[in-house]
């Protein structure tokens, strides 16, 4: 009997092993897709302390040509690598951007107020981003209400820093959130389809999830820009 037990147990250990693999094959399936650099030459990666610690000049040597930097999240919390991203990233010379996480349960004019306090006096080559998704919020928050709470943060923050709000979300977000109430916005899409599947045209795309380079602790959001280097050029001059 206890070599029956045995074999059921290994037997067990097996499976679970077999669907672990499966689970993480499929995470990494669905997480990211290559793009064809010919048409998108220009890279860029967004960070959070989730990231870890990051060498900035050895991933510019990758390169990356700009980095979008998480600062702030609801009401009151402020992503604890934000100052030290921010700063090794200006240091690295690379045009930086920053972003906060929205909160479907906070107001928005609180939430901008976070959003300011902590990039005050920051200088940023890129747009500041409000990253908008269903993922992480409450499933009974109202369309409306997300919508209007929307508009009251980028109201906010837009009379402060005098520059206009891009959209970060992902295709869902898109259709639920922003089609249809904010199409004048620039729009960062967050997609894993060969191109993304939007009726609006994107200025940025988030391909991948899963991204690696030497200097960088975790995984690494992966993005890119929508036109030829020398548009990203005269768009970096434009902001």
């Avoid at 030459?41 to 302390?49: A, E, M, W, Y």
């Avoid at 928050?141 to 943060?153: C, D, H, I, M, P």
């Avoid at 959209?167 to 977000?173: H, P």
């Amino acid at each position: 009997m206890k070599k029956v037990y045995k074999w059921i147990l290994l037997c067990c250990l097996l499976g679970v092993c077999a669907a672990v693999v499966i689970v993480y094959l499929f995470i990494m399936k669905t997480a990211g897709v290559e793009i064809d650099k010919t048409m998108y030459p220009v890279t860029g990666i967004d960070v959070s302390n989730h990231t870890g610690k990051i060498d900035f000049a050895q991933v510019k040597e990758q390169g990356v040509d700009f980095v979008i930097i998480k600062a702030t999240e609801g009401a009151n919390f402020k992503d604890e690598s934000f100052e030290r991203n921010y700063s090794n990233a200006q240091n690295a010379d690379i045009p930086v951007g920053a972003y906060h996480f929205f909160r479907f349960n906070r107001s928005g004019k609180e939430q901008a107020k976070n959003f300011l306090k902590h990039i005050k006096g920051k200088r940023f080559e890129l747009p500041l981003v409000l990253d908008v998704e269903e993922w992480g919020n409450s499933g009974s928050s109202k369309r409306e209400e997300v919508v209007a709470e929307l508009q009251n943060f980028i109201d906010e923050v837009e009379s402060q820093v005098k520059k206009k709000v891009m959209i970060y979300t992902n295709e869902s977000g898109y259709r639920t959130y922003i089609k249809g109430n904010f199409d004048t916005k620039s729009i960062w899409i967050c997609s894993f389809s060969k191109s993304p599947n939007i009726d609006a045209k994107w200025t940025l795309w988030q391909h991948s999830h899963i991204g690696k380079l030497k200097g960088a602790e975790g995984w690494i959001d992966l993005n890119t820009f929508n036109g030829s280097r020398a548009e990203w050029n005269n768009y970096l001059s434009a902001e």
